[in-house]
């Protein structure tokens, strides 16, 4: 068996990285380039027995490489906005993957046939190599981290800061995100920092942090998203508020035993379900079985 990866993009995206470039290491005779690279990618692989096209798919090359198994592995939607072009994608290839279970229902209502499975995004530990270990701190620090023009999930949460800052909870919000030069003037109530997100100083940034606050995206956008970003604050040893009451959220930021109690928890439902060998397995029984 001799994979390859087409992903989308570099390291620095999420989806990529979590899909293609930590997956091929770990499969035996499976390799990884970018979109950009596909044709001069095809010329120099011999022997090819899949390709993965990771969100982007180049019609021709997939018509010209009938030889090879093809399946489209996604991370969104794209059939909501380009309905015409992901149903010619999905006629061609052999199958598709999707990030998460919602996503691959979604899918299959769509085209009609079950035609997408679901393979999650997981964790490389070896990428993460620090974790938060909690203690009593003041201010506590809030961090939302993501791409800037998702932004709009960090309205879910902002009623329940503005009530901790109102009963005299200090704290502090970190936007960790591509576009720290735009900030978000969305409160008075306690400070707000941007700082520039990194591939390389992520596991720094988030474990310097108490309180992962990443709320869920608004409606259907939301049910179909992959949990990486929780999974990601996981790993750094942060507990995650997403939909929880104010009480809930009161408790974490006045209690750090809790927030470490949190951290445990999450680390061994982590390692339990969540780490990139169960993708792995997943990717090598479904390319052996076609």
């Not at 085209?111 to 490389?124: F, P, S």
């Not at 506590?140 to 005299?168: H, K």
């Not at 990194?198 to 596991?203: D, H, P, V």
Request: negative net charge; contains cysteine.
């Amino acid at each position: 068996m001799k994979p390859l990866f087409i992903a989308a993009g570099s390291q620095e995206w999420g989806s990529s990285r979590m899909r293609s470039w930590w997956i091929a290491p770990h499969i035996r005779g499976a390799s990884v380039i970018p979109f950009e690279a596909r044709s001069p990618g095809f010329k120099s692989l011999q022997d090819l027995t899949h390709v993965i096209w990771q969100k982007n798919v180049d019609l021709d090359i997939l018509e010209n490489r009938r030889d090879v198994k093809h399946y489209w592995d996604v991370c969104d939607p794209a059939w909501w906005w380009q309905p015409e072009r992901c149903r010619e994608i999905a006629n061609n290839v052999n199958g598709v993957v999707a990030s998460s279970q919602n996503l691959a229902a979604d899918f299959n209502q769509w085209y009609g046939k079950d035609k997408a499975i679901c393979i999650a995004d997981r964790i490389d530990l070896d990428k993460f190599p620090y974790v938060r270990h909690h203690s009593d701190v003041t201010p506590v620090r809030f961090i939302w981290f993501g791409v800037a023009v998702n932004r709009i999930a960090i309205f879910g949460q902002l009623v329940n800061l503005d009530r901790l800052a109102a009963n005299g909870y200090k704290i502090e919000l970190t936007i960790f995100d591509d576009h720290p030069d735009e900030e978000l003037l969305i409160t008075n109530s306690f400070p707000v920092y941007h700082k520039r997100w990194s591939l390389g100083s992520e596991s720094d940034v988030l474990t310097a942090h108490d309180i992962a606050l990443l709320p869920n995206y608004p409606g259907a956008w939301g049910r179909v998203k992959s949990n990486n970003k929780q999974l990601t604050a996981w790993v750094c040893g942060l507990p995650v508020v997403s939909d929880e009451s104010y009480y809930e959220i009161k408790d974490l930021v006045s209690d750090s035993i809790m927030r470490q109690n949190k951290s445990t928890d999450n680390t061994m439902e982590l390692k339990k379900n969540w780490l990139i060998e169960k993708s792995v397995a997943e990717w090598e029984k479904l390319l052996c079985a076609s």
